[in-house]
């Protein structure tokens, strides 16, 4: 995890009533394919992109969701252009990338966002989602509360373009500040039209939180999940979705209370070889879950 959030941090987550029915109308029950998040592959995409992508694609996956975009270095050293021409190639698509954005946070530039968001547009993505927060940003409530001010401002740039803001959780936004958490404060303060959650499922259970009493309480938020499994004897670790301790199907069962629309495999460690190992996570989530 430590790798994870340095290479972030240096290139820069049943109805419940009557009047809810209108929403649940409208959004899906499950995800419609299944994705994978890049992160994954971070150790092969830099040395054979057009590989790993076509590799993906094979897999049977249809969606990616991208991480690290820079104007400078794009996407693994493609422009956006040559990267969606890749995409198109293999018929994937990208409906969600992660993007650095703690300088916008702490300083609230508008145009540091703007190469950025340019990138996932070219890409014709629905999400621009924040994928962590440094360490220095999430010091208090206050913080949070800025950092949903900020996430707010952004989803209102990322409207003009087309695309909807979103938020990926780790475990630190569970951290009790009394009575609330910072979590509470992103899900209370940011603009729900505006502001999306992708929530990392693995994260939620290892911070002894409960998915679906998070669906319970805030329906309609959880657009896209992180499905990542927990090692059975070490929950620092992941493995093969369908392997580990987390009842996934379960928790889908919630999927419209949710408003899942993307539901997207992560793995972030490897016993075994990784195309073997995220083939095996598509099969089960394939079967099981959508």
Partial sequence: MNSRRTFI?????????????????????????????????????????????????QTGYKEVET????????????????????????????????????????????????????????LNMEYFTCPYLSEELRTSLEDYKKVAARLNEAAKLCKESGLQMAYHNHDFEF?????????????????????????????VVRSG?????????????FVMWHVKDMDKTDNTINTEVGNGKIDFKSIHKHAAQAGLKHLIVEQENFSIDPFESIKKSFDYVNRELV
């Fill in 9 to 57: 941090k240096q290139a820069g987550l049943a109805a419940a009533g009557a009047a809810l029915l209108p929403y649940y109308a409208c959004s899906p029950a499950s995800a419609k394919s299944v994705g994978i998040q890049l992160y994954s592959l971070r150790e092969l995409l830099p040395k054979d992109v057009k590989g790993v992508i076509q590799k993906v694609a």
């Fill in 67 to 122: 991480y690290g975009y820079t104007a400078e270095t794009g996407f693994w050293g493609l422009d956006a252009k040559a990267f969606k021409a890749l995409l198109d190639d293999n018929g994937l698509k990208a409906p969600s990338g992660h993007f650095g954005l703690d300088e916008y946070i702490k300083t609230g530039d508008q145009e540091i966002l703007k190469p950025l968001i340019a990138g996932a547009a070219a």
């Fill in 209 to 221: 939180n409960d998915p679906i009493a998070m669906f319970e309480k805030t329906p309609g938020r």
């Fill in 175 to 203: 951290v009790k500040y009394g009575d609330t958490t910072g979590y509470d404060i992103l899900l209370a303060e940011t603009d729900k039209n505006l502001v999306h959650f992708e929530l990392d499922l693995y994260w």
